[in-house]
């Protein structure tokens, strides 16, 4: 069991920046995958960033080029710098982290942090 607690959401006006962390309960560099995701109101969650064990990453089209990932692996904590917000990235965001232990498939969640950019 993992346990993935987010923290640094809040509410910024538009332009601004954020930087939400999550902490997780075990070593991340065990993990294959660690990202954030986002689920606005009445939308499907879809994924913002995630980066593998292996250092790679991979952004949404929309936040390519104003958010980074990136790990604390002493801290078991990744990391989500919101550079320029819009409006449109008002959401909950999530931080997941998933993979394959053996035959085993593990995919843990957070319980989310809020993000609200007012315009």
């Known amino acids: 069991q993992v346990q993935l607690m987010e923290s640094g959401g809040g509410l910024v006006q538009a332009g601004g920046s954020l930087r939400p962390s999550c902490t997780a309960s075990?070593?991340?560099?065990?993990?294959?995958?660690m990202g954030w995701y986002r689920q606005a109101p009445g939308k499907q969650r879809e994924l913002v960033a995630v980066?593998?064990?292996?250092?790679?990453?991979n952004y949404a089209e929309p936040v390519k080029g104003r958010f980074t990932i990136s790990r604390d692996n002493a801290k078991n904590t990744v990391l989500l710098q919101m550079n320029s917000l819009k409006p449109e990235d008002t959401a909950v965001y999530y931080c997941?982290?998933?993979?394959?232990?053996?035959?085993?498939?593990?995919?843990?969640w957070g319980q989310g942090t809020q993000v609200t950019v007012s315009s």
């Open positions: 075990r070593k991340i560099f065990s993990f294959d995958a």
């Open positions: 980066m593998t064990s292996g250092g790679n990453t």
């Open positions: 997941n982290c998933n993979g394959n232990l053996g035959a085993l498939r593990y995919d843990y």
